[in-house]
């Protein structure tokens, strides 16, 4: 058989005389050093686009997540203006830290630019290099996804639809190929009514009934919106067996999970154990380095019957995963009030102990109580970027969520 080296046509002119290391490193350019990339259906279509990074703010040492500049320069936007719909669309979107990649093959007018997919252009120049590029991809394929159907696809035997990857339909890259990802990231960024019903397993029916809805509100303290409750039982069948299925990815590494939801309201409502049992049934789990990234929980609405403790977290229950709490990324800006709005993650109490600590008056209201807060911050910084390090790192923290999370400002 012939060397892969030999492989390449002479009619690419230099390239062809490089040697293969230079090539690799030419390739390696091309692609990115993670080789990560996305896979979504485009209509009946599975294709492949490269993450340009997910958008998930600053972070630190500790696993603190502070907001971006750019997160902290949409919150100060007083008066709507003529990117709010172009916003909307960015922090509403199913891709979650990745809406930047959503924009590279369904691009908003306001979207500076749309990239061209190189990375799988540099499959289709000739059979030689497609072959190195193969194998450079086998050695560090990294996949994002960002939806149920996807994922069960990469799963699968490959027997679901024949569906080709690419941009363009003559744009293939086989399922063996795919399924030497090394690492799996997995982005679920979907309405309450999905994790309520990952979470209900069998107790919700698939059959949707008039009294469906009242037993969901019973049962889970939540009153939900019967189209999507509908719409999403169905696809608690298929979570547990996208988990389940992961076997079929024998050169598994990595399996970063990062879920949310798209709403105001508190985190508090999703039942953490429950959604994430398959997680721990799974017999992959202990062989790779799985996270799971959830949403900070505020303490007085922790409830260890459903939700993951510092306790869980420390592996004390030998969960095979480990859990990173961040502080939630913003939903979407509200045009009858500058900023966004959302249910913060440090409750009342927290706030209180914290102003005691530093020094504040925590008797007045939530906002009088944030507005003393900020003002102690030296040079009375507003936007969460220049607080000083003589500044405790406890109250930096809550001076950054704060300021970010409830869109304040201070004068």
Same mark, same amino acid.
């Given at each position: 058989?012939?060397?892969?080296?030999?492989?390449?046509?002479?009619?690419?002119?230099? *390239?062809?005389?490089?040697?293969?290391?230079?090539?690799?490193?030419?390739?390696?350019?091309?692609?990115?050093?993670?080789?990560?990339?996305?896979?979504?259906?485009?209509?009946?279509?599975?294709?492949?686009?490269?993450?340009?990074?997910?958008?998930?703010?600053? @972070? =630190?040492?500790?696993? =603190?997540?502070?907001?971006?500049?750019?997160?902290?320069?949409?919150?100060?936007?007083?008066?709507?203006?003529?990117?709010?719909? /172009?916003?909307?669309?960015?922090?509403?979107?199913?891709?979650?830290?990745?809406?930047? #990649?959503?924009?590279?093959? $369904?691009?908003?007018?306001?979207?500076?630019?749309?990239?061209?997919?190189?990375?799988?252009?540099?499959?289709?120049?000739? @059979?030689?290099?497609?072959?190195?590029?193969?194998? /450079?991809?086998?050695?560090?394929?990294?996949?994002?996804?960002?939806?149920?159907?996807? %994922?069960?696809?990469?799963?699968?035997?490959?027997?679901?639809?024949?569906?080709? !990857?690419?941009?363009? +339909?003559?744009?293939?890259?086989?399922?063996?190929?795919?399924?030497?990802?090394?690492?799996?990231?997995? =982005?679920?960024?979907?309405?309450?009514?999905?994790?309520?019903?990952?979470?209900?397993?069998?107790?919700?029916?698939?059959?949707?009934?008039?009294?469906?809805?009242?037993?969901?509100?019973?049962?889970?303290?939540?009153?939900?919106?019967?189209?999507?409750?509908?719409? /999403?039982?169905?696809?608690?069948?298929?979570?547990?067996?996208?988990?389940?299925?992961?076997?079929? *990815?024998?050169?598994?590494?990595?399996?970063?999970?990062? $879920?949310?939801?798209?709403?105001?309201?508190?985190?508090?409502?999703?039942?953490?154990? %429950?959604? *994430?049992? +398959?997680? #721990?049934?799974?017999?992959?789990?202990?062989?790779?380095?799985?996270?799971?990234?959830?949403?900070?929980?505020?303490?007085?609405?922790?409830?260890?019957?459903?939700?993951?403790?510092?306790?869980?977290?420390?592996?004390?229950?030998?969960?095979?995963?480990?859990?990173?709490?961040?502080?939630?990324?913003?939903?979407?800006?509200?045009?009858?009030?500058?900023?966004?709005?959302? @249910? +913060?993650?440090?409750?009342?109490?927290? $706030?209180?102990?914290?102003?005691?600590?530093?020094? %504040?008056? $925590?008797?007045?209201?939530?906002?009088?109580?944030?507005? !003393?807060?900020?003002?102690?911050?030296?040079?009375? #910084?507003?936007?969460?970027?220049?607080?000083?390090?003589?500044?405790?790192?406890?109250?930096?923290?809550?001076?950054?969520?704060?300021?970010?999370?409830?869109?304040?400002?201070?004068?």
């Amino acid at each position: 058989m012939a060397s892969t080296q030999s492989l390449v046509q002479p009619d690419l002119g230099t *390239l062809s005389t490089l040697p293969l290391e230079i090539r690799r490193l030419i390739y390696k350019e091309v692609w990115d050093p993670k080789l990560s990339m996305h896979l979504y259906f485009r209509g009946d279509q599975l294709s492949a686009l490269p993450c340009l990074g997910a958008h998930i703010g600053d @972070e =630190t040492e500790v696993d =603190t997540r502070y907001p971006s500049r750019e997160e902290c320069d949409l919150r100060w936007e007083k008066k709507p203006s003529k990117n709010d719909n /172009f916003w909307i669309s960015r922090l509403s979107s199913s891709w979650g830290h990745h809406y930047r #990649c959503e924009e590279d093959w $369904m691009p908003h007018p306001d979207h500076p630019t749309s990239r061209k997919n190189k990375c799988i252009s540099t499959l289709l120049v000739c @059979e030689g290099m497609y072959h190195e590029c193969i194998d /450079f991809i086998h050695e560090s394929l990294e996949i994002n996804v960002t939806d149920l159907e996807t %994922a069960m696809y990469l799963v699968s035997n490959g027997d679901i639809s024949p569906k080709s !990857i690419g941009n363009e +339909p003559c744009h293939t890259m086989p399922l063996s190929i795919i399924r030497s990802v090394r690492t799996l990231n997995l =982005t679920f960024f979907q309405p309450p009514e999905f994790y309520i019903a990952l979470g209900a397993g069998d107790k919700i029916p698939v059959n949707w009934g008039p009294s469906t809805q009242e037993m969901v509100a019973f049962n889970f303290g939540m009153v939900s919106q019967s189209l999507l409750q509908q719409q /999403f039982a169905s696809e608690a069948p298929l979570w547990r067996e996208v988990w389940s299925g992961l076997t079929a *990815l024998p050169h598994l590494v990595n399996v970063n999970l990062w $879920m949310d939801h798209d709403q105001p309201h508190s985190w508090s409502c999703v039942n953490e154990r %429950a959604v *994430l049992q +398959p997680l #721990c049934d799974a017999e992959w789990a202990s062989r790779v380095n799985l996270k799971v990234h959830l949403p900070n929980l505020r303490q007085d609405k922790a409830t260890p019957a459903v939700h993951f403790t510092d306790m869980d977290c420390d592996k004390r229950e030998g969960l095979p995963f480990k859990i990173r709490r961040r502080y939630r990324c913003p939903t979407r800006p509200e045009r009858e009030w500058w900023g966004c709005s959302y @249910e +913060p993650d440090i409750s009342d109490e927290e $706030m209180v102990a914290l102003g005691n600590e530093y020094g %504040a008056d $925590m008797t007045a209201d939530r906002w009088t109580t944030i507005t !003393i807060l900020i003002s102690q911050v030296e040079n009375r #910084c507003y936007r969460a970027v220049n607080i000083t390090s003589r500044v405790p790192q406890k109250v930096k923290t809550a001076f950054r969520m704060t300021q970010a999370r409830l869109g304040y400002k201070a004068e």
